[in-house]
DNA sequence: TATTTATTTAGATAATTATCTAATTATTAA
DNA sequence: TTAATAATTAGATAATTATCTAAATAAATA
């Protein structure tokens, strides 16, 4: 749970996962949309994976990245816990 | 989002969570439970209040806190719309 | 009223992090 | 094989944060 808070602690990473919910998406394709550098986007990206909230594929120069739902379905879990068996 | 998700952002803010979601406690009973000082679990306290996850009640001197479940309704709801709708 | 108890505020410090530019790696195309 | 494109890694810096001790505030009790 850690690194998925940590993951989801900022702005930008949270949108980068709002755009991977419609779309798998390149990295370059990613900091477009942006206005901040694209070292700093490979960071953010790097943060989702190793919350594995995203997988990354190689396809020649490309690297896609797409969302891991069944992480999303923890975190889900997670909540679901907190707001019930209140006595 | 920016605030709740934040004061997700630490292991001690969730136990504390886990633990209002059981019953209200004052915010000496929930420093009982950790081994860090008092002011620490104070300024945790403070950060969860100001994310609204919790409500504070002062009942002569001792403070009584418990959880807000309609903002954990709403983290509920955006981990939810991150599940749904990818096409 | 003076002391004890519960809690928060103030101020300091070490660790973490978001960002940048420059350099590197890997792949494709000329 | 050289040049261009896509992405990451390296190293630096400013801002944020989790923690501490000491001090302050507020309420209850002797």
Redesign the pocket.
Same mark, same amino acid.
């Given at each position: 749970m850690n690194n998925i808070f $940590?993951a989801l602690?900022?702005a930008?990473r949270r949108e980068i996962l709002e755009m991977l919910k419609e779309r798998d998406m390149?990295? +370059?394709e990613i900091a477009e949309q942006f206005s901040?550098? $694209?070292?700093?986007i490979?960071?953010?990206?790097?943060?989702l994976k190793r919350a594995d909230l995203v997988y990354?594929e190689?396809k +020649?120069?490309?690297?896609y990245y797409s969302i891991n739902t069944s992480i999303v379905e923890d975190l889900l879990q997670w909540v679901i816990n907190l707001k019930s068996s209140k006595s």
């Amino acid at each position: 749970m850690n690194n998925i808070f $940590k993951a989801l602690n900022d702005a930008t990473r949270r949108e980068i996962l709002e755009m991977l919910k419609e779309r798998d998406m390149t990295a +370059g394709e990613i900091a477009e949309q942006f206005s901040i550098s $694209k070292p700093s986007i490979s960071h953010h990206l790097d943060i989702l994976k190793r919350a594995d909230l995203v997988y990354s594929e190689k396809k +020649g120069q490309f690297v896609y990245y797409s969302i891991n739902t069944s992480i999303v379905e923890d975190l889900l879990q997670w909540v679901i816990n907190l707001k019930s068996s209140k006595s």
